[in-house]
């Protein structure tokens, strides 16, 4: 995303200057993602509560795929505008896979 001429880079005036491009989330990333994750924990065991006696991994497999991808999208397509590269196939599995795990060790 552009900014307008002339406005400050908030994260550069909190945090100062780095040697190295630091990878940062911002404000409505961090929304998204805490939204998604609150639609995974509270919404998605009530939408697959019908399959959990025959699926019980039904449920964290779907947390794990809403907040993984959720996190790769906004990181992929809304901070650095850089699309469907094999990174966000990689970020966005990866991540999926570890919620996933997360969620089965938490949730069932």
């Known amino acids: 995303m552009a900014r307008a001429a002339?406005?400050?880079?908030?994260?550069?005036?909190?945090?100062?200057?780095?040697?190295?491009?630091?990878?940062?989330?911002?404000f409505v990333s961090a929304a998204v993602v805490t939204a998604s994750l609150v639609l995974a924990?509270?919404?998605?065991?009530?939408?697959?509560?019908?399959?959990?006696?025959?699926?019980p991994l039904a449920t964290p497999v779907a947390q794990g795929l809403?907040?993984?991808?959720?996190?790769?999208?906004?990181?992929?397509?809304?901070?650095n505008d850089r699309g469907p590269c094999p990174g966000f196939w990689f970020v966005a599995a990866a991540l999926s896979v570890a919620l996933a795990a997360v969620f089965t060790v938490l949730f069932v």
């Open 6 to 26: 002339g406005t400050p880079d908030l994260a550069r005036r909190w945090l100062g200057e780095t040697d190295y491009d630091i990878p940062r989330f911002g």
């Open 41 to 55: 924990v509270f919404v998605v065991p009530a939408l697959a509560a019908p399959l959990t006696p025959a699926l």
């Open 66 to 79: 809403l907040v993984g991808f959720s996190v790769a999208v906004m990181e992929y397509f809304h901070e």
